[in-house]
Structures are given as structure tokens and as C-alpha cells.
């Protein structure tokens, strides 16, 4: 289909079933993501022109889905934003359901979940040759993809069916209604009016990560606005670079890593080391046995290395932000709750080259 003809059928509207259904007859080997993208819809109203013939809706309320989904044995779990790709292949087990937040703290599957942004649901069948290709996939009120859970050759289809069953919605039309959402990391403030003495004194007596969040909240700052004025004793950027260079030095000496990807919705995070890494043009790719990371690095407008105080002293984070200042990925060094930060990744991630800053 081309643009002119795309043109013709949107009419400035949102695009009928049909005529999604036809673009995708057009354009056969253009991944969905790109073809929606092309199309001016999101991701979930391209799948919805699919309700009844190859997806069904189901309930984004995610209560259920954390609870059961364990019996479907081992999937690949991804989330992504729009620049990163995260893939982990296991079983999702202990769920923790909140009202706010919830978890799956699985040895493979490890997440944390955000239920108020969980707007549209689809369990999606896909024929693939001779195989037929299963997932449920979830998405924000814009119709942004959150999270999606794709099965293998090695997971339960009866339960897969059953919980299908018990999620699907009486409504199976093959319209939804999205939003224009607000941008992840929107600025309160401009750098200058930001109280800089009141982070440090907040950040320095920090004895755990997780209150970080809360010192943004009440200080009216984002993480990125946090990380440009905090000072260089906590906070220091970058040759973009460095991030591949971290990642290539951590598989060859098996250092284990955390590394963590999310959007608004789900935050899914990878525990252990990496080995097959694969550069490709732009992107950087890590295709393990259980994780695949796909990553963009041209989309990397800034990179920090950041150290924030807790009661095991001090842990050191690298943190990619895009040209928006929004985070792409995140990395620590793999430790558990308790414990002192591994030595050999604070002084990997302290060797790295430093972005050099010209006086004004």
C-alpha cells in the first residue's frame, strides 16, 4: 500500500478493520510495529482489526493473569520501549498482586507492573508456516505494547486455552478507542529552578534505591533532571560508547549484570551474566540462551554513570536516556538485597571513558 493510498483510506480518521487488513495484505513482510507506525495507528488497533478472526480481547486487568499464568509452563516474556527490546524465556512464578504495583519475582522472569496503564488486551494466534504462533499481549490507553507473553514449543496449550477462556471480554469488536498519553519523563521544572541543596541532602542520606522515586516525586524533578545537577561525585556522563563497551567486557569476563527495560506499564529486568553479543548496524543484541536483548544504540542521546548511598553502601547504576530524556535501559551489577555491590563492576563501570565537558 502506498502512502497515497494510506492517505485515501485514513481520510484523517483512525482506519477501518478492513482497510488495516488490506495494508497488511499489501505489505506482507513489514514487521506489525513498523506497519502500524506507517499507518498513523498504534499497535493495538492494529491488532483489534484482527478480533474474531486471528485475536480475541481480553481483560488487561492483570489479577488473574499473574496468578494462573504459571501453568503454562515456560513462555518468553518482552517488554519493550522504543528503543530496547527485552526477551526472557522461563516460567512466571511467585506473583506479588498490589492494588498500586505488583511483581513476579521468578529466577528467569523477574518484573515489576504498573496496573492503572494496562488499557487493552489480546490473546493472538498467528500462522507461521506449518506452526501456529500464540501470545497474549498487552497495551497502554495510547495502544502502546506494555508486555507481551509469547508461548513455546514447551508450554501447556490447555491452560494456555483455558486462561484464555476465562480472560475473554464480551466485547470482540475490532475497534478500540486509544489516548494521547502525557511523555514518561515530564519536566516539572526547568533545570535552574530546581532545588539542587535539597537533593544532595536527600540524596546523601539515601539508605535504600527505592527511595529515589519519592525524592523526584516531592522535589518536583525528573530522574534526568536528578542526574545532570546532583554533582559529579554521584553522577557522571558518559562516551555513549561506553555502554557498549560495558557490555562486551561483561561477557568476556562473566561478570553478572541486571538489566532492565520498561515503559510506562511493566519494568522487566534480566539477573546474570551475558554472552553472545551481537553488534548490527545500530543496534547492539545479546541472544543468550534465556535472554535476548535488543538494544538501539543511535538513540542514546546521553549516558551516566550514577551512585546512590544505601545502608550496604553505595551502588552504581549506568543509565541510557534518550534525546527526550527518557530512560531506555538501565544496568547495575547482579546482587541481592543486603549485600555490598560486586567490586568488579564498580571499578568496570568507574573505568569507563568519561564524557569530556569544554569550559564555557
Not at 504462533?133 to 490507553?141: G, I, K
Not at 508486555?147 to 466485547?171: C, G, Q
Not at 515503559?263 to 553488534?279: D, E, M, T, Y
Request: proline residues 4%.
Amino acid at each position: 500500500m502506498t502512502q497515497q493510498s494510506i492517505t485515501n483510506v485514513t481520510n484523517g480518521n483512525k482506519m477501518t478493520p478492513e482497510a488495516i487488513r488490506q495494508a497488511r495484505i499489501d505489505n506482507p513482510k513489514m514487521r506489525e510495529r513498523d506497519l502500524a507506525q506507517q499507518l498513523t495507528i498504534s499497535e493495538a488497533d492494529f491488532v483489534a482489526a484482527y478480533c474474531g478472526i486471528s485475536a480475541t480481547r481480553i481483560t488487561p486487568q492483570i489479577e488473574t493473569f499473574l496468578t494462573e499464568i504459571e501453568a503454562l509452563g515456560e513462555v518468553m516474556a518482552l517488554t519493550r520501549n522504543e528503543s530496547a527490546v527485552h526477551e526472557k524465556i522461563g516460567v512466571y512464578d511467585k506473583p506479588i498482586v498490589g492494588k498500586h504495583a505488583s511483581m513476579m519475582l521468578g529466577e528467569q522472569i523477574d518484573l515489576r507492573l504498573f496496573p492503572k496503564s494496562w488499557a487493552h488486551g489480546f490473546a493472538v494466534e498467528k500462522d507461521d508456516g506449518d506452526v501456529v504462533r500464540r501470545s497474549l499481549q498487552f497495551f497502554d490507553a495510547a495502544g502502546e505494547a506494555i508486555h507481551k507473553i509469547h508461548l513455546r514449543p514447551a508450554s501447556n496449550l490447555e491452560a494456555y486455552t483455558a486462561l484464555v477462556a476465562k480472560l475473554k471480554l464480551e466485547d470482540q469488536s475490532q475497534t478500540i478507542e486509544t489516548t494521547e498519553l502525557p511523555k514518561l519523563e515530564q519536566k516539572k521544572r526547568e533545570l535552574e529552578e530546581l532545588d539542587t541543596a535539597g537533593l544532595r541532602d536527600r540524596w546523601t542520606q539515601m539508605k535504600d534505591v527505592h527511595e529515589f522515586f519519592g525524592i523526584l516525586n516531592s522535589l518536583e524533578m525528573t530522574r534526568h533532571q536528578a542526574v545532570q545537577v546532583i554533582g559529579q561525585d554521584y553522577a557522571w556522563q558518559l562516551d555513549n560508547d561506553a555502554l557498549t563497551a560495558m557490555i562486551h567486557h561483561a561477557a568476556q569476563e562473566a561478570l553478572p549484570i541486571m538489566c532492565f527495560v520498561g515503559n510506562r506499564g511493566c519494568i522487566q529486568i534480566h539477573s546474570g551474566p551475558v554472552q553472545n553479543v551481537k553488534p548490527m548496524g545500530p543496534w547492539i543484541n545479546v541472544m543468550d540462551e534465556t535472554f535476548h536483548l535488543h538494544l538501539r544504540t543511535d538513540h542514546i542521546a546521553e549516558l551516566w554513570a550514577v551512585r546512590k548511598p544505601t545502608k550496604d553502601g553505595h551502588v552504581t547504576s549506568l543509565e541510557a536516556y534518550g534525546a527526550e530524556g527518557e530512560m531506555i535501559i538501565q544496568f547495575f551489577g547482579k546482587r541481592h538485597e543486603g549485600s555490598h555491590e560486586r567490586p568488579d563492576w564498580r571499578n568496570l563501570v568507574e573505568s569507563l571513558p568519561r564524557l569530556m565537558r569544554v569550559a564555557a
